[in-house]
């Protein structure tokens, strides 16, 4: 990777604009279609260009079905690691749906208390991150080369 910083406002930026691109299973189209993993797929390829890993085939249940950290293994390979009381607006969070399951959902914080992510059967949105998403808030990560604040 360059040598630069990438400024939150621009990873925040970028967040918003997928807002309301209807959920699709394993797609990463802005407007057309994404999951929570294309979405950051996605902002990933707006911010840097080309992604650092390629996604393979999943299923909807391939948390289950696989019994891996596959999520959080490509987040540790690709990302920064932060505390999850460290993060900030542009941040990552990975979610543990369920105790002693695989992490499978992924969201950006966008502000305070607020993140964006791709909702099953719905869309990207903006939401709280309330009770039911803190109480599954497993790992934090920054996009690499992030400006500090």
């Not at 925040?12 to 950051?40: F, M, R």
């Not at 990975?94 to 992924?106: D, E, G, Q």
């Amino acid at each position: 990777m360059s040598q630069f910083h990438i400024p939150r406002k621009a990873i925040l930026e970028a967040a918003h604009n997928w807002v309301d691109t209807p959920y699709q299973h394993q797609a990463s189209v802005k407007g057309a279609g994404c999951d929570c993993l294309g979405l950051i797929r996605g902002i990933w390829r707006e911010i840097y260009g080309q992604e650092p890993l390629e996604a393979p085939a999943y299923t909807p249940d391939w948390a289950e079905s696989l019994g891996q950290e596959t999520l959080l293994d490509a987040a540790r390979h690709c990302l920064s690691p932060i505390t999850n009381q460290d993060i900030q607006a542009g941040d990552i969070l990975i979610f543990r749906m369920a105790p002693k399951v695989p992490c499978k959902h992924i969201a950006i914080m966008s502000g305070d208390n607020r993140i964006i992510h791709a909702y099953w059967g719905r869309a990207v949105v903006e939401s709280f991150l309330v009770p039911y998403w803190t109480r599954r808030h497993a790992f934090s990560f920054a996009f690499p080369e992030i400006e500090i604040t």
